[in-house]
């Protein structure tokens, strides 16, 4: 554990807020060059996404789960790209405008040990 999150586990506890709470305050809040705090946390969350996700997913409580939202979002994903394939764009346009972020942040993460 690190010391200097002790406050604000604390005050997460004592508020009685989740962590997922506390995630959808800050993304939900304008961007706001002004307030320096709540653009710090939110470039934060933006970056650590698929590490984020990557970190549930091995974490075995929540693995089943995070596995089957990801099979919801591939399916939706490739029901998608069916879709715009059908109505005149080239497959592989489809996959590279769909996929491309994606597969950039798979490599990068592509180090974790997943645990099925």
Known sequence: MHPELDNVLQSLFT????VFALINDILSRPRNEEDQRIK???????RDAADICVRLLT???TSPSVSAWAL???RSTL??????STNGHSVSESLSNKFGTVYCTWVRSSTCTYQY
């Open 59 to 61: 974490h075995n409580p």
């Open 40 to 46: 710090f946390l939110q470039e934060g969350i933006e």
């Open 79 to 84: 029901s998608e790209v069916e879709a715009m």
């Open 72 to 74: 919801r979002v591939a």
């Open 15 to 18: 508020n009685r807020h989740s």
